[in-house]
């Protein structure tokens, strides 16, 4: 399960964002300025403020979704870590459809699911480890090999974190 970092924007891309609009303004401003009949110069100062602008308008826009994005990352890791632990399942136990809607629709198992998310990003703790999850379910049962499954799979990770 590989980790996704946000994208971090430079200060040499804003001066690219900055310099396209420049010239995009400049070249736009030579066939427009011809058409109204006014110089060049008259056309560009009161345009001259675009390229500031816009680039303003682009951090601001970037630094916002930067805020927004916070909590979209955390699902967005839940939700990899889910797709991760069905494959491993399905590749362990040679699960089918209608195995994984039985475990989808178990809310003592997507539980079991979130804790085990849990132990991944903030290790076992007396509350939350895989001894108590394995208890919720009856030996032998789906939900149990599963969790079996889950547990190993989580190690691995943990031990490559290392």
């Not at 590989?2 to 303004?25: A, D, E, H, I, Q």
């Not at 998310?117 to 009856?138: A, D, L, Q």
């Amino acid at each position: 399960m590989k980790k996704v970092r946000p994208k971090k924007y430079s200060v040499l891309y804003y001066v690219g964002v900055f310099l396209t609009v420049s010239v995009t303004l400049a070249i736009y401003g030579i066939f427009d300025h011809q058409r109204q009949g006014i110089s060049y110069f008259e056309w560009i100062v009161p345009h001259i403020y675009f390229p500031f602008f816009i680039t303003i308008i682009m951090i601001v826009f970037q630094r916002f979704r930067k805020k927004i994005d916070v909590g979209v990352e955390e699902d967005k890791e839940k939700h990899d870590f889910v797709l991760h632990m069905s494959e491993r399942v399905k590749q362990e136990l040679a699960f089918d459809l209608e195995d994984f809607r039985v475990l989808q629709q178990s809310d003592a198992f997507q539980k079991a699911l979130y804790d085990a998310y849990n132990i991944t990003i903030y290790g076992e703790s007396e509350m939350v480890n895989f001894s108590t999850i394995e208890t919720r379910f009856k030996e032998g049962s789906k939900e149990h090999l599963a969790i079996q499954i889950i547990r190993e799979e989580v190690q691995r990770l943990q031990q490559d974190k290392r």
